[in-house]
């Protein structure tokens, strides 16, 4: 399962979960790419690890622009000389705002959310595919949702858009494998972070645990071996499937 050395894109990786899969890739000896819209941010995470001795980089990047995409490849490949996996975490999930019966989301809020979460994995994918396939190796990791397998009500947009990330997965998977890249994606569960509790009243939380087979909040930190494996040269013969992570509540 080890990543030292190797080249890692994290979309997203500026804060929350993205935040924290950053911090443990880059002590587990990754060299990482932070790549969010958030400069503020992300500049300020890749600062503090680099304070700390990893070699970290922050780049801007818009998933939903093609030519930003691409823009981060280029950078990744001037300064690091390759790229090994691409981690797909960039969503929108806080940005919600409220949970919204399906006939009550706005037009725009519901193409926002499609574009972000499933055309940037594409994007994304698509811009990073043509190194790796250079090199014929690489690891692709998108993050998906439980919420996909358990039909959590008043999330159609956000469970439709995890929904296509997974099929988009195994579509994508078909295609590559030949080329010498995996691409496989990680399912969480409810995480108890900020962006979860600005979402769900407190009281949701306990509700879940008691529900898993692991009877407990689920942290960002429970996603952080899953996403380690499948960059790694251990996951080479895995490919197009989705790890559900959420302490046992849903079985797939």
């Not at 690091?80 to 409220?98: K, P, Q, S």
């Not at 250079?134 to 009500?153: L, W």
């Not at 879940?208 to 689920?218: C, D, G, S």
């Amino acid at each position: 399962m080890s990543v030292d050395g190797s080249v890692v894109i994290v979309t997203g990786g500026a804060r929350g979960i993205g935040a924290s899969l950053t911090r443990h890739l880059a002590h587990n000896g990754a060299r990482v790419v932070i790549a969010d819209v958030l400069t503020g941010e992300g500049a300020a995470l890749a600062d503090e690890l680099r304070s700390s001795g990893h070699d970290v980089m922050f780049q801007f990047t818009d998933v939903v622009d093609p030519v930003s995409t691409k823009d981060l490849a280029g950078a990744v490949v001037d300064h690091f000389g390759t790229i090994d996996a691409l981690v797909n975490n960039a969503a929108i999930y806080e940005g919600l705002g409220e949970k919204k019966h399906f006939s009550e989301i706005p037009v725009a809020e519901w193409d926002r959310v499609m574009a972000v979460n499933t055309k940037g994995v594409w994007l994304a994918t698509t811009a990073v595919f043509p190194v790796m396939k250079q090199r014929n190796f690489g690891r692709v990791v998108n993050i998906a949702s439980a919420t996909v397998h358990a039909g959590v009500p008043f999330f159609a947009h956000y469970t439709a858009s995890k929904g296509a990330v997974i099929a988009l997965t195994r579509s994508i998977a078909r295609e590559v494998g030949c080329d010498g890249v995996t691409v496989n994606a990680i399912a969480p569960g409810l995480v108890d972070n900020e962006a979860s509790v600005a979402l769900n009243d407190d009281s949701y939380f306990p509700i879940v645990a008691r529900q898993r087979a692991v009877p407990r909040n689920m942290v960002p930190a429970d996603l952080a071996g899953s996403v380690r494996f499948f960059c790694s040269a251990a996951s080479g013969f895995i490919t197009g499937q989705t790890l559900v992570v959420d302490g046992g509540l849903v079985f797939s």
